[in-house]
């Protein structure tokens, strides 16, 4: 619940310096009065101080270039992407894109296990198509696609 009157703004603005620590939190301190005046400066300041150019380019091209390993379940695969996807939250990448990403790096066994499931290719499947089809892994059914 917020506060009264407080919009979500002001709000993480509010709560985003206790999320931060050791160096982040130094330099969130050391910066000049009046620097960030909105949620939006925030992000592009902390972004830009702890998330290099060159650090987003190399998880740009580890995600548009992932492929699945030998030997790696589709499950393992899945649980890699989403974590590789997680670590770099402003990637920018449409949902049909983050699917085509991921389907092209399948496996042909698995890939062609996954257009099953969906009931035909699923490159050629809408986000919100990808999103219904059902994969059994260890006993339970996952479902393979989980909006971002």
Excluded at 65 to 86: C, D, H, P, T
Aim: charged share 25%.
């Amino acid at each position: 619940m917020k506060p009264h009157g407080i919009t979500d703004e002001q709000l993480f603005l509010r709560a985003f310096p206790f999320s931060l620590k050791d160096k982040a939190k130094d330099w969130l301190y050391y910066l000049p009065s009046g620097s960030i005046e909105t949620w939006a400066d925030m992000k592009q300041q902390f972004l830009q101080r702890f998330f290099p150019a060159s650090r987003a380019t190399h998880l740009r091209k580890e995600i548009y270039g992932i492929r699945q390993s030998n030997g790696e379940s589709l499950y393992e695969y899945w649980e890699r992407f989403k974590a590789l996807v997680a670590s770099y939250p402003h990637h920018q990448f449409t949902e049909s894109l983050l699917i085509q990403y991921f389907y092209e790096g399948l496996s042909g066994m698995d890939r062609r296990m996954v257009d099953a499931a969906s009931g035909g290719s699923l490159i050629d499947k809408t986000p919100e198509e990808a999103q219904t089809p059902n994969l059994h892994h260890g006993g339970k059914l996952q479902a393979i696609w989980i909006s971002y």
